[in-house]
């Protein structure tokens, strides 16, 4: 289990509410946000690693390179279960996204990103 770093590139006041770009960083074996949904459409590309996205209700593991569309509305998640660091480049559409950053801190404050399941389902 490790930790989420993210880093906000462009957010809705410089697009003119048009789109958010961040990147999300997992350690190996560590949870994402966890199901949820929103408005926001999201395009991911993965840029290292291989990370695990929930799109609906099945899991899927996307290696470096792969994109990965979540239309809005839909649940999704995402989480490394790998031994290697993951991360991904993240576009949100429309923009300020960013403006639910408070309260996703302080979810994650309350719920420590944890061991994502191994390969065989089993956790760490």
């Known amino acids: 289990m490790g930790g989420i770093a993210a880093t906000f590139v462009a957010d809705g006041a410089e697009t003119n509410g048009a789109y958010s770009i961040s990147t999300w960083r997992l350690d190996?074996?560590?949870?994402?946000?966890?199901?949820?949904?929103?408005?926001?459409?999201?395009?991911?590309?993965?840029?290292?690693?291989?990370?695990?996205?929930?799109i609906d209700d099945r899991w899927d593991d996307a290696p470096?390179?792969?994109?990965?569309?979540?239309?809005?509305?839909?649940?999704h998640d995402f989480e490394n279960r790998s031994d290697a660091p993951a991360a991904v480049f993240t576009i949100a559409t429309p923009g300020n996204f960013e403006r639910s950053m408070p309260a996703i801190v302080d979810w994650f404050r309350d719920h420590p990103p944890g061991a994502a399941p191994q390969p065989d389902g089993t956790n760490l």
């Open 28 to 54: 190996p074996h560590t949870t994402g946000p966890g199901a949820h949904h929103h408005p926001e459409d999201d395009v991911f590309l993965v840029t290292e690693g291989t990370m695990s996205f929930l």
């Open 64 to 75: 470096v390179g792969t994109f990965v569309l979540v239309p809005g509305g839909t649940t």
